[in-house]
C-alpha cells in the first residue's frame, strides 16, 4: 500500500509543490541551514523527485550528492530532472527501515524533508542518518506537526503572492487554482489518509526533541516552516561512533 501511495504521489507531487511558495522557501532553508562548502558530500534522505538535489547541483559548488528514496516512480522523475547533471548525483532505491548500504561517517550533511513520518521505524532511520554522518557533521529534519493542517500553507502561498504581485495576485492565484484543480483531486485525498491514518508518525516538539537528542544529535535550532505546519530542525552529530 505504501509503495502504491508514493507512485501516485509522484505523479500529482511536482504540479502542485514546484508552485507552492512555502516549499519553494523551505527547499531554499535547508539549503541555506546545510551550507554545502566545495569537495563534500552530502546525503538526500527520501529524496522523492528531487526538488532538494536539482537547486544545489545548480550552485556553483563542486559537491558529491546522493539521493534516496523507496518509491521507484519518484526516483525516475528524480532520474529525469537530474539528467543532464547525472555524473555529479547518485540515487539509490532503498528503504529507510533498513540498513544504509554508506560506511559509517561518509557524509558531511545529511537531510530529510518529509519523509521520517512515512517510515516505519523512525527511530532506526534516525540512527542510520547519524552513523553515516560526520563528526561534527549537519542533518537539516524537516517533519510535520503533530496536527498538521493543509489551509495554513494555502495561506502562506497566497501571502507570498500578494507581496510579490501586488497588483496582479487575484488572476496568478485564480489560474494557478485551475491548474491545482485535477491534481488536488489526488494530492489532497493522500494527504487527509496520511494524516488519519495511525501508521504515520507525527511528533509533538518534546518527542522531536527526545528522538534526536536520546540518539546523539545537538539541536541547533527548531522552529516552524511551511505554513508553521512542520517541524525545521537543525542538528548536529556530537558523538563519535565506535
Ligand atoms: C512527501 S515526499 C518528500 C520528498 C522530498 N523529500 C521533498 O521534500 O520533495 C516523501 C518521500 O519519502 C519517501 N519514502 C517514504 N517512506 C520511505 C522509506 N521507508 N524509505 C525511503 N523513502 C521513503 C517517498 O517515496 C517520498 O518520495
Redesign the pocket.
Given at each position: 500500500m505504501?509503495?502504491f501511495i508514493?507512485h501516485i504521489?509522484?505523479y500529482v507531487?511536482d504540479l502542485i509543490?514546484l508552485e507552492l511558495s512555502p516549499?519553494q522557501q523551505?527547499?531554499r532553508r535547508v539549503y541555506e541551514a546545510l551550507d554545502p562548502r566545495n569537495g563534500e558530500c552530502y546525503l538526500?534522505?527520501?529524496?522523492?523527485?528531487?526538488?532538494?538535489l536539482l537547486p544545489v547541483l545548480d550552485s556553483e559548488n563542486d559537491l558529491t550528492l546522493v539521493g534516496?528514496?523507496?518509491?521507484n516512480?519518484?526516483?525516475k522523475r528524480a532520474q529525469k530532472k537530474l539528467r543532464s547533471r547525472e555524473e555529479k548525483v547518485d540515487l539509490y532505491e532503498?528503504?529507510?527501515?533498513k540498513n544504509l548500504p554508506f560506511d559509517k561517517e561518509v557524509f558531511n550533511g545529511v537531510?530529510?524533508?518529509?519523509?521520517l513520518y512515512?517510515?516505519?521505524t523512525p527511530e532506526f532511520?534516525i540512527q542510520e542518518l547519524y552513523r553515516v554522518l560526520n563528526n561534527g557533521g549537519r542533518m537539516v529534519l524537516?517533519t510535520p506537526l503533530d496536527e498538521p493542517e493543509m489551509l495554513p500553507i494555502l495561506k502562506e502561498h497566497l501571502s507570498t503572492l500578494k507581496a510579490n504581485y501586488p497588483r496582479l495576485w487575484g488572476p496568478v492565484f485564480f489560474y494557478q487554482l485551475i491548474k491545482f484543480f485535477i491534481p488536488a483531486l489526488i494530492f489532497v485525498p493522500i494527504n487527509i489518509y496520511i494524516k488519519s491514518n495511525k501508521k504515520y508518525h507525527f511528533f509533538s516538539e518534546e518527542e522531536i526533541r527526545l528522538l534526536l537528542t536520546s540518539n546523539g544529535f545537538r539541536i541547533h535550532e527548531i522552529g516552524l516552516i511551511y505554513g508553521q505546519q512542520n517541524w525545521f530542525i537543525v542538528a548536529e552529530k556530537t558523538r563519535v561512533n565506535a
Open positions: 505504501d509503495q508514493w504521489y509522484a507531487y509543490l516549499y523551505m527547499i538526500d534522505a527520501g529524496c522523492g523527485t528531487g526538488n532538494y534516496v528514496d523507496y518509491s516512480a519518484m526516483l532503498l528503504d529507510l527501515n537531510n530529510c524533508i518529509n519523509v512515512a517510515i516505519k532511520a524537516i
